[in-house]
Nanobody, 124 residues
Framework: QVQLVESGGGLVQPGGSLRLSCAASGRIFRMNTMGWYRQAPGKQRELVADIKHSENTDYADSVKGRFTISRDNAKNTVYLQMNSLKPEDTAVYYC??????????????????WGQGTQVTVSS
């Protein structure tokens, strides 16, 4: 299948910035949508931002103007630049990707993968 490995989380003061990265590995044929979700304690997982293969993007209203999602298709990597961070951005951030991969020989199959999560804490 396809594995996703996140990096870049940590502790930051309000108003600060962090950059998350998520690299995909495996016998990937095509990456379609890549994105970031987050889950705060006691809350449901929610979409933060995603980016299609066409480079079209979607953002949660709460992060518009502060977060920027981008991707490097040659590296099968997606990034989330987070600026002007607020305490309410504190959550575990999960990388997401879907697409197709070589399941055996020349055969393709679809995949949906999640990263293990990285903690982002915004606090003074």
């Amino acid at each position: 299948q396809v594995q996703l490995v996140e990096s870049g989380g940590g502790l930051v003061q309000p108003g600060g910035s962090l950059r998350l990265s998520c690299a995909a590995s495996g016998r990937i044929f095509r990456m379609n949508t890549m994105g970031w979700y987050r889950q705060a304690p006691g809350k449901q997982r929610e979409l933060v931002a995603d980016i299609k293969h066409s480079e079209n993007t979607d953002y949660a209203d709460s992060v518009k103007g502060r977060f920027t999602i981008s991707r490097d298709n040659a590296k099968n990597t997606v990034y989330l630049q987070m600026n002007s961070l607020k305490p309410e951005d504190t959550a575990v951030y999960y990388c997401y990707a879907d697409g197709s991969y070589y399941s055996g020989g020349i055969y393709l199959d679809e995949f949906t993968s999640w990263g293990q999560g990285t903690q982002v804490t915004v606090s003074s």
